[in-house]
């Protein structure tokens, strides 16, 4: 039986599929020649990430295809209903990477409090001729300990992202409307832990209370963060987006940061991608990454075994 990974897969995932007894195939194949290429080699199994999607017209036009998989939490860039109304098994890996995102967060956060984000943008250029300006422009940073982080979605990865900061000693305001509560084990190197539980307070009340706000819910509708959203938040604070390019106004925001209500912003995920605004990455309040919040060696190599065990008890 055969799967292909057209957005690639780790290479442990590639052996594990492999020690499984499925032909695992990775060639990137450009979307509109994928149905020929499914149908051409007798493919059982397609596995995407962000870049592939998976329609309807791809589904109906492949009739032996089986499964399909997303490495990876959202899966927006499949129609996961109309596949599972056509028999076929859709899975993801929502633990995966988990993680991962959370770091990327905090790696934003840190570099945001630190202005890294644009001094690494003109330490290079004007470093050896205005030392001392640059010096004095970035002097006015933060520290992150005893402030508070306000997230928006509190499942997996925004449970990841709350260890972190109760890990650094910040405040924790979480909002998500199918949860009440949650307890979050903030992990030590030692082996010791400790359960810290979590309310969650109402939406209104997260933008409200945080320095900054991060935003962990999948693909909407309509922006979560929108202008009266970022108008409700504090002044000076920081908004981070590492969930899904469209839940933040991104006009909005560059509204807000325009006129100093924010301070900064971080963006991973763009409405445009691969071709995000360029008033987005010109902007210097704005710290950027071109979506790569799973992309670690080590979220991948989850992400990989992940699909090939769930793989192996549906299809095997």
């Avoid at 409200?208 to 909407?220: K, W």
């Avoid at 504090?234 to 100093?260: F, H, P, Y």
């Amino acid at each position: 039986m055969k799967i292909h990974a057209n957005d690639g897969i780790s290479q442990s995932g590639v052996d594990a599929l492999s020690d499984f007894g499925f032909t695992i195939t990775t060639t990137n194949v450009a979307q509109e020649q994928l149905i020929n290429y499914i149908n051409e080699n007798d493919i059982s199994g397609i596995l995407v990430r962000s870049a592939t999607t998976v329609r309807k017209e791809l589904i109906d036009a492949c009739p032996d295809l089986k499964l399909i998989g997303r490495g990876g939490v959202g899966m927006d860039n499949i129609d996961v209903a109309y596949a599972r109304e056509k028999g076929l098994h859709v899975i993801n890996t929502p633990a995966a990477s988990s993680s991962s995102v959370a770091e990327l967060v905090f790696a934003h956060l840190f570099g945001a409090v630190r202005f890294l984000y644009d001094s690494n943008r003109n330490m290079p250029l004007e470093g050896d001729t205005k030392f001392k300006a640059l010096k004095k422009s970035y002097s006015g940073g933060t520290e992150l300990r005893g402030k508070t982080l306000g997230i928006i979605g509190f499942g997996r990865i925004g449970q990841a992202t709350a260890k972190i900061a109760l890990g650094l000693g910040m405040d924790v305001a979480a909002y998500d409307p199918f949860m009440g509560e949650a307890t979050v084990t903030v992990d030590f190197f030692n082996r010791q832990s400790i359960d810290i539980n979590i309310k969650t307070c109402s939406f209104e009340e997260v933008l409200v209370q945080s320095d900054f706000v991060t935003l962990h819910v999948p693909a909407q509708d309509k922006p979560t963060m929108g202008a009266a959203e970022i108008a409700k938040m504090k002044k000076g604070a920081g908004l981070i987006n590492a969930a899904r390019g469209g839940v933040v106004d991104e006009q909005a925001l560059v509204n807000a940061l325009e006129s100093k209500h924010l301070s900064f912003a971080a963006i991973d995920t763009f409405v445009n991608e691969p071709t995000p605004a360029i008033k987005l990455l010109m902007h210097p309040s704005i710290s950027l990454t071109p979506h790569i919040g799973a992309a670690t060696n080590e979220a991948q190599d989850r992400i990989g075994t992940e699909l090939a065990e769930q793989i192996k008890n549906l299809l095997g």
